[in-house]
């Protein structure tokens, strides 16, 4: 039987498109072989390699090639396509729409914008952006039932792992009560390099050399992407309508060697909780801070790069849900299983 | 819009039957809300209290009742039912089978016989027996497939935590290279309480006083039930296609205070661990068997009657799921996400 063909369009080929590219190839025949589903990426936009966009499908590996080398894109299209995003998006000819653009973190744009344009113009959407989710989950929500089309955003909170999928398909009839989790990478990193011996400024300058902290680090540091991350968790899956500076928030910059050692002493590790409950008038209050978490706390144990989540529920009690030293193949997978299910129809 | 009508026969209505049937009582009014579903059970045949049908669905609360005062089902059948259950199966009113009897953990009956006469009579069928993978996996998942009906059993392992539908929905496209996992609560509640200082008797006795031990627990003592759910996965996710007897075991009677404290010594703890891993012949090797864990891996620090698993898989490297303290609300739990996951077609 002919595989079922779904047409992807790509907005955005940063690491995490090339990622997925590379996945894509690894994994195609094995996607046409077990799911009957051939994904043919028809079209990709970028800020500063043109555009490309070809209705068979594009060459992925030449686009590869195109990019990594520092040309353009254009020689690969087979017409020549619109250099501005929203009327790629509306044109392209694409089914899926995958979102992947870099972000601004206080406004949640340009992405919000793309998913809204895409979901307008009939296409399912799958983003790796967390800003259209912290700032207009319930808009894009609304929007994408009422087309009839899929928004799915499994790479947004803790890279590929599957966590929205397990709460969406795994836990039917189920509410979330609420959650505690490590969600920010490069301060759990260096939380456990401080307590090896590094100084704060040697553990960040450490995850800056391994490319899991910016230059300017401040937006994991002073707990804007837990933040964020967790606004996001606590809207989708606590009909919270939060925007990330309605979440109480505390950074570890004040976090020192004397802090880590009375930590240790008492039988406990300082970690950035990502935290969210219901409160007794209904209301969501979702926090960010560090605490001293105690040994029994499974969370006292994820060290590193990893994250892990868990979650309070009214049906399972409590589950917990652990990713180990992600890499950007992790979040690129989350955007291959967003596409798969979308195919299948498994998102609603 | 009036809700899609799912109907259920249950095949067994011990203590996971009427977990199920009280949380069905609970969460029917959300589940028909939020899944547009009305699961009626039509069904319910016992060893020792009879069986009742109605096609227009039974009363549950008056199920519950019956059989928890000591009576019998057949004053709520809407017409006389056969006494014999294969007969039942074949004949009941429903689109669902639930097959939860009481198994042989060394030939997987009658439970696998149920499961095979419920998919030849166009039924799906859920099921919270570890019996049929275990002895009959290939074969079974064959015959619903040639039927196109559905075959789930998240209740089989971790009790309901979604373990099956994480690998089936969260991991497409996806291959898994192996697992380390905490799966049996008995002897892990042994071992913790052991670690607190009670000799390997008292905490059997223990276990007997809450209910996770038997009067003859060498079921867990021994690591059958272990080796039994390192099977199922096996199975299910390696494409092996062993027998529990096929599994390496070693159980924990041999394991007493001295262990423990040697083991607390080098800052490890001792778990029954399962495992699988493929060899490099292709094959699927295995094992149940104590080990001493360090510290640095998460299995240490899952203890009592918690359980956990770490897959890992050719895409998201490793993952791990920890269920913390089932009861048998979690197992009923297990059965209501299948039954929804089968409504909405989310199975194949």
């Given amino acids: 039987m002919a595989p079922m063909v779904q047409r992807v369009a790509l907005i955005g080929f940063g690491a995490v498109g090339r990622a997925f590219a590379r996945l894509l190839l690894r994994k195609d025949a094995e996607i046409q072989q077990r799911h009957g589903l051939a994904i043919r990426v028809t079209g990709i936009i970028t800020a500063r390699r043109g555009a490309a966009w070809d209705p068979e499908g594009l060459d992925l590996a030449a686009a590869l090639r195109a990019v990594e080398e520092g040309g353009g ?18 044109r392209c000819p694409a089914d899926v729409v995958v979102e992947i653009t870099v972000l601004d973190p206080r406004t949640g744009q340009p992405a919000t914008d793309h998913v809204r344009a895409a979901l307008e113009s009939g296409r399912h959407v799958v983003t790796a952006n967390k800003g259209p989710l912290a700032f207009a989950y319930r808009a894009l929500r609304d929007l994408a039932r009422s087309r009839g089309r899929a928004f799915l955003f499994e790479s947004t909170v803790m890279d590929g792992a599957p966590l929205f999928s397990m709460v969406r398909e795994g836990l039917p009839a189920t509410r979330i009560q609420g959650f505690r989790a490590i969600l920010n990478s490069t301060t759990n990193f260096i939380l456990t390099r401080m307590e090896e011996g590094l100084s704060f400024e040697e553990a960040v300058r450490q995850a800056q050399a391994i490319g899991i902290a910016e230059a300017d680090p401040s937006n994991d540091i002073d707990g804007w992407d837990a933040a964020v991350k967790t606004c996001v968790l606590a809207n989708v899956w606590m009909e919270a309508d939060l925007r990330p500076d309605q979440v109480q928030r505390e950074g570890i910059r004040g976090i020192g060697p004397a802090d880590l050692e009375a930590a240790r002493r008492a039988g406990r590790r300082i970690k950035l909780v990502c935290s969210a409950e219901r409160t007794e008038d209904g209301q969501v209050r979702a926090r960010v801070a560090p605490e001293a978490v105690p040994l029994e706390d499974l969370l006292a144990h994820v060290r590193g790069t990893s994250s892990v989540i868990t979650l309070r529920t009214d049906t399972l009690k409590q589950l917990t849900l652990i990713e180990h030293e992600p890499e950007p193949m992790q979040t690129a997978f989350g955007l291959l299983a967003d596409l798969v299910n979308v195919a299948r129809g498994h998102w609603g």
Avoid: K
């Fill in 73 to 90: 894109l254009s020689p690969l299209s087979r017409s020549p396509a619109p250099a501005e995003t929203i009327a790629f998006i509306e």
